[in-house]
Nanobody, 126 residues
Framework: HVRLVESGGGLVQPGGSLRLACAGSGDTFSTLAMGWFRQAPVPGKEPELLAAISGTGESTYYSKSVKGRFTASKDNAKNTLYLQMNSLKPEDTADYYC?????????????????WGQGTQVTVSS
């Protein structure tokens, strides 16, 4: 079982940047596909998939809402997943989570995850 711990959230002004990190434990991290999700503080709202990355990092996917602004990367030597977030907007305010999946195509199915982090809060406000 891989344990995931996110970091890097905080308060940033509109147009600013943040880099989130997701540190994984165990020796299977390099084989796992990963996803970055966010959940806005709206009751009943499902987590939104923002970015997906394959185990090797060769394949990526970005949602329309973040494409061109966010970049996911995976450093398997450090067992760490990153999300570089640029040109942040107030509507990016949410709790951000990383999650691990056995296969890349499973990242779109939240209930197929093998592990979730505890989340890190991002607030975009002036």
């Amino acid at each position: 079982h891989v344990r995931l711990v996110e970091s890097g959230g905080g308060l940033v002004q509109p147009g600013g940047s943040l880099r989130l990190a997701c540190a994984g434990s165990g020796d299977t991290f390099s084989t796992l596909a990963m996803g970055w999700f966010r959940q806005a503080p709206v009751p009943g709202k499902e987590p939104e998939l923002l970015a997906a990355i394959s185990g090797t990092g060769e394949s990526t996917y970005y949602s329309k809402s973040v494409k061109g602004r966010f970049t996911a990367s995976k450093d398997n030597a450090k067992n760490t997943l990153y999300l570089q977030m640029n040109s942040l907007k107030p509507e990016d305010t949410a709790d951000y989570y990383c999650a691990a999946f056995q296969f890349f195509h499973e990242v779109w199915s939240v209930n197929r995850s093998v592990s979730w982090g505890q989340g890190t809060q991002v607030t975009v406000s002036s």
